[in-house]
């Protein structure tokens, strides 16, 4: 396991694998302002142990992929009036860039699984790029309606906080975050340690407010979700206080077929204790998904 950069466009990604590359690809896509470690090690190696080749990378403007930083940040006058004036991208150029990843890995079709913002990703992947999905998780995201999956009133105060520039202030700012939205109980120490890995491979504040704007900009994308083919399973946590549940029910509700697992105490994170359930789930799904390897046809 190491680090590797490519090319796509005019973006350069970072990302790493697990896994044999000869077993079928699962590509992880990461939320707001989360580096690819969001998804652990741990649980990388979990899904490579159960016959996946996992590729997580860090999104645009954020870890050691491109920072758009000739884009100003949004104000937060912007984020509460969802000015699309202040995106410098939007959700379908992160889709095309996690494309691209897989073009530069040889990889005709993937599992696509998404956690939040990467959730919302992961939905346009398999709306836009059909041909490239096997099957598609959508975890603790939403469809973009103003009506559906929208944050408690409480998760606000924090949430558009500016974060602090310096390690400590940053890492405590995000714990305190995740006081309000996490799993109760979740491990605050593990969070910590990844905060910190986070911010010393390379910490910009200015990029989740972009990345923001871009999920903002890009509106409601229910009537693009009735167009998807892929097999899809939404899953999400019934204590989730950033993206409420409604999220996923209207996530489900859109996806023609999907199916709909809600996890009792989960929040808007992925802690250990629910990793049983989550990988059993994502397994099974993508079990009754994957085609004969004989059957399949090149994109």
Avoid at 170 to 178: A, G, K, P, S
């Amino acid at each position: 396991m190491s680090e590797s950069f490519c090319r796509v466009g005019d973006v350069e990604l970072c990302y790493e694998t697990f896994g044999d590359p000869e077993d079928p690809a699962m590509l992880l896509i990461m939320g707001l302002g989360t580096q690819m470690l969001g998804w652990s090690d741990d649980l990388c190696e979990q899904l490579a142990a159960r016959g996946f080749h996992a590729i997580r990378f860090d999104n645009r403007d954020i870890g050691r992929s491109t920072l758009m930083d000739g884009v100003p940040p949004p104000t937060i006058g912007q984020i509460l009036r969802r000015d699309r004036r202040a995106a410098g991208y939007v959700l379908a150029d992160m889709a095309a860039d996690a494309v691209g990843l897989l073009d530069h890995l040889g990889i005709d079709h993937a599992h696509v699984v998404g956690a939040s913002m990467g959730g919302m990703i992961a939905q346009t992947i398999a709306a836009r790029h059909r041909e490239r999905v096997l099957s598609l998780v959508s975890i603790m995201s939403n469809t973009g309606s103003r009506l559906r999956g929208q944050p408690a009133l409480r998760t606000y105060p924090v949430f558009l906080r500016r974060s602090p520039a310096d390690r400590e202030g940053y890492v405590d700012h995000i714990v305190r975050l995740f006081r309000v939205i996490g799993s109760p109980g979740f491990d605050e120490d593990e969070l910590r340690e990844m905060l910190g890995r986070s911010y010393d491979r390379g910490y910009d504040p200015a990029g989740a407010g972009r990345q923001l704007a871009a999920l903002l900009a890009s509106g409601d994308r229910t009537a693009e979700l009735r167009t998807v083919t892929a097999p899809t399973l939404v899953i999400h946590g019934a204590a989730d206080r950033l993206v409420a549940p409604s999220g996923g029910r209207a996530t489900a509700r859109a996806i023609p077929g999907a199916r709909l697992l809600m996890i009792d105490g989960m929040g808007h994170d992925l802690p250990r204790k629910v990793w049983p359930q989550v990988l059993d789930a994502i397994t099974e799904h993508a079990a009754r998904a994957t085609p004969d390897p004989g059957a399949r046809t090149p994109a």
